[in-house]
Every structure is written in structure tokens, then in C-alpha cells.
């Protein structure tokens, strides 16, 4: 079955900077497309990045240039590199392949 172990969630000041990995198994990584999504407080889930198995990117508007998707078919493993963040961006954030979701990581932003 299809799993999915997001880590790398923290405490961290406005400007600073996290890492979110997501490590995969029970399907063929390097062949789908995968995605972090977010959830705010209150909010509903957002769209945060996508990356295709040709390694194109896609963003949401919120993080271009401060967030940056990759993956290492190796490894089985997503990332997310999540530069100058800011109070907005605090959240769980999901890795997500088709139907198949993460248990999340907590980011929160705060001085």
C-alpha cells in the first residue's frame, strides 16, 4: 500500500528558512507526479507546489521564489525548501500522490 512520511516541520522566525521531506513507498516514485499541499488554521487545503515525474515544477503564486520543489527518485523522497517564510505560510503540510496523503508536518512561523 501507498505510504507517505512527511518530516522536517518546526518553529521558525519570520526570514527563516525549512527543508520538508517526504519519504515514499509502495508505488514507483520516479513514474507520478507528487505535491505538497498546505492546510492554515481555519482554512481549507491549498495547493502549494507540484513536480511531474519529467521534473517540471508548478507554484502557487503565494510561494514563488521563496519555495522550491525537488525530488530524488533514489531515495523515494520529496522536498520542499521553504526560504524567508513568513507567519502566512504556517500550516500542515501535506505530501500527496493521487489519492494517497501524508500524516502532515506541522510549520509555524512566529516571532
Known amino acids: 500500500d501507498v505510504q507517505l512520511q512527511a518530516s522536517g516541520g518546526g518553529l521558525v522566525q519570520p526570514g527563516g528558512s525549512l527543508r520538508l521531506s517526504c519519504v515514499a513507498s509502495?508505488?514507483?516514485?520516479?513514474?507520478?507526479?507528487m505535491s505538497w499541499l498546505r492546510q492554515a488554521p481555519g482554512k481549507g487545503l491549498e495547493s502549494v507546489s507540484d513536480?511531474?515525474?519529467?521534473?517540471?515544477?508548478a507554484y502557487a503564486d503565494s510561494v514563488k521564489g521563496r519555495f522550491t520543489i525537488s525530488r530524488d527518485n533514489a531515495r523515494n523522497t520529496l522536498y520542499l525548501q521553504m526560504n524567508n517564510l513568513q507567519p502566512e505560510d504556517s500550516g500542515i503540510y501535506y505530501c500527496?500522490?493521487?489519492?494517497?496523503w501524508g500524516q502532515g508536518t506541522q510549520v509555524t512561523v512566529s516571532s
Open positions: 500527496n500522490v493521487g489519492s494517497a
Open positions: 509502495g508505488f514507483r516514485f520516479s513514474s507520478f507526479a
Open positions: 513536480i511531474m515525474n519529467d521534473d517540471r515544477t
